[in-house]
């Protein structure tokens, strides 16, 4: 085969594919043999050294131009001497040129790389290194006194990887023989009216356009300002960038403030996105900045789509001030009222003393759960803790699913007047009722397995209707049919109804008290949160959990106290000693102590006056 016989268009084929293969399958191998012994299995006896200079020549520039227009892999090196040699200044040993001034190859060549048009490329002010491996673009800076010039900022290219690659950036360094002083931040604008309107005449405004958009990246940037022709400016921060008060980034910063009304910043490199919000953020309007946050860059959804125009990207960006998110900064005054608001400390419990000690009194909106083993007295405590708040005002809704209504109205009835009314005469009972009758206390009607939604439901109501602020549910396990021995299914409802008491409370901003069985433990072990029968979901639900433990407590000589094991506002846990008075059906000694106190009033040898005590319970 000689090739000299070949026209010239033929040639030219012949060459691109017998190097182009060649290279492919020798581009590894370093033994000139075996690399011989390649060719001529594909292409016989050519002498592949004995081609002439200018041919290679050709052969080289024709794959620059193939490859450019077809975006075929390189796998080679482009020889320098191949390349155009109008010099226009060197770095680093690397000769620059300006674009303009390239081999129409070689545009294309760094066309087909960064995804831009030759034509637009042409417009700019950047340098290309001879072997077109480096890109060198012209940032703006300010040194000390404030006077702007020009640094020269270098990107590597090198098309061996990124022709075929999908990666959206390119490494950048700086000169290493710069002379100049590395400076904390600096930016780079395509447009000089851009420029001179934010430099040179700040006073002015960009009539023309309403938004510019702020970008990390050069190529991101020249992306998006080659299809849409928007004011872009592209900001460099130093790594060690920590002088958020720099007087020139403010000064820029207000001048982009000033003149556009709405500013968008694409970043998804997220230590950009915190200096840029560090630095630049107090100079701009909130409520007019916008963040631009996509999977995609503008460069690589350029490379998609060579038609792109952004458009969607601007309809899904995001506001920098989220309504769902609230600065702290801006918390002042409701922090204020919320420290000052008697609601956040509680209605206290006057009959337990060490309660209000502990959990700093009853607020609406949170779910208390209350446990104990059987035959402990819960029903008897959630009884008299519920009618102390209930005697200062607070409206109650008792909802007993354990024992009938009435039977509870009666315990109450006790715990309100001190008295047992087992035995009691018409008279007594009307006396002491016509005071019991004036609380703002309410019952429902339901006893035993009702469900979940019915109780509810007759709850709203309630609380639209009487205005409740405190409901009682005992207890769970009664009211939704559930034995200790329930199976798996059983707990997974009784997940679902504490998920909807918890959301009951929270919306309808009412306290929920429920009280709840323990699951079986050995008599010598202690209950504690994981005790609950049910698994995790009351433990997580509730923001106070209160067990009754019947145990003797050396250091209030009780029998009976209250171990809180949870208190999601405060977070003070401890016990409160219970002494049970059979007559009056209390835990608490607080009938006991009034006693006390009216025949010590009684005595004339004493001086106390009743108006005048005041006696902590």
């Not at 299809?227 to 000064?251: A, C, G, H, M, S």
């Amino acid at each position: 085969m000689a090739l000299s016989h070949l026209g010239r268009f033929h040639r030219k084929d012949m060459l691109f594919q017998i190097f182009s293969d060649l290279l492919r399958h020798n581009s590894n191998n370093n033994n000139s043999n075996v690399r011989q012994q390649n060719f001529r299995h594909y292409y016989g006896d050519i002498n592949v050294h004995k081609i002439p200079l200018r041919l290679q020549t050709d052969m080289f520039k024709f794959i620059c131009d193939r490859r450019a227009v077809h975006s075929i892999p390189s796998t080679i090196l482009i020889p320098n001497r191949l390349l155009s040699s109008d010099n226009v200044g060197s770095v680093n040993n690397y000769q620059l040129v300006e674009f303009k001034n390239l081999s129409l190859s070689n545009k294309k060549i760094v066309s087909n790389i960064t995804s831009l048009k030759i034509a637009f490329l042409q417009d700019l002010n950047i340098l290309i290194s001879n072997d077109c491996n480096h890109i060198m673009f012209n940032y703006y800076q300010f040194d000390e006194t404030g006077t702007i010039f020009t640094k020269q900022v270098r990107y590597i290219l090198n098309y061996q990887s990124k022709l075929s690659s999908t990666r959206d950036s390119f490494k950048q360094l700086f000169h290493k023989n710069d002379t100049l002083k590395t400076s904390e931040f600096m930016f780079l604008t395509f447009d000089n009216l851009l420029h001179d309107k934010l430099i040179s005449h700040p006073g002015e405004n960009c009539d023309d356009f309403e938004n510019i958009t702020i970008f990390d990246d050069p190529f991101n940037g020249l992306a998006f300002y080659q299809q849409t022709k928007l004011p872009t400016i592209v900001l460099n921060f130093n790594k060690n960038f920590k002088n958020f008060d720099n007087e020139n980034l403010r000064l820029l910063c207000k001048a982009i403030n000033q003149k556009f009304k709405t500013i968008y910043y694409w970043s998804n490199n997220v230590e950009f996105c915190r200096i840029l919000r560090k630095a630049c953020f107090q100079y701009f309007n909130p409520s007019l900045t916008y963040v631009i946050s996509t999977n995609e860059s503008a460069l690589k959804m350029l490379r998609k789509n060579q038609r792109e125009k952004f458009a969607t990207v601007f309809e899904t960006a995001t506001r920098a001030d989220r309504p769902n998110i609230t600065p702290v900064a801006f918390t002042g005054d409701d922090l204020f009222n919320r420290l000052n608001d008697s609601s956040i400390r509680g209605i206290p419990w006057l009959r337990f003393p060490k309660l209000t000690e502990h959990l700093k009194g009853h607020r609406p909106g949170e779910l208390t759960i209350i446990t104990g083993p059987t035959g402990c007295g819960k029903t008897t405590f959630a009884s008299e803790y519920s009618l102390d708040l209930c005697q200062q005002g607070v409206p109650t809704l008792w909802g007993s699913f354990e024992i009938k209504y009435l039977d509870l109205e009666m315990k109450m009835m006790s715990q309100f007047v001190g008295k047992n009314f087992d035995q009691c005469n018409r008279y007594e009972f009307d006396k002491g009722f016509e005071q019991f009758s004036q609380l703002p206390l309410y019952f429902m009607n339901f006893h035993g397995q009702t469900d979940i939604n019915e109780v509810l439901e007759e709850a709203r109501l309630t609380v639209l209707i009487n205005g409740i602020e405190h409901i009682i549910i005992d207890n769970l396990q009664f009211m939704l049919g559930l034995s200790t021995d329930a199976t798996t299914d059983r707990f997974h409802k009784q997940d679902i109804v504490l998920g909807a008491i918890r959301d009951f409370a929270t919306k309808f901003n009412c306290h929920i008290t429920l009280v709840a069985h323990p699951r079986k433990e050995k008599e010598e072990m202690c209950l504690n949160n994981n005790s609950l029968y049910g698994g995790i979901k009351a433990s997580q639900e509730a923001d106070n959990i209160m067990i009754l433990m019947n145990k003797y407590n050396h250091t209030y000589k009780c029998s009976k106290y209250i171990q809180i094991t949870k208190n999601r506002a405060h977070g003070n846990l401890g016990v409160v000693p219970l002494y049970f008075e059979k007559s009056t059906q209390c835990f608490s000694l607080f009938h006991k102590k009034n006693k006390e106190l009216v025949a010590e009033s009684d005595n004339p040898k004493s001086n106390v006056c009743m108006d005048e005590v005041q006696y902590e319970f």
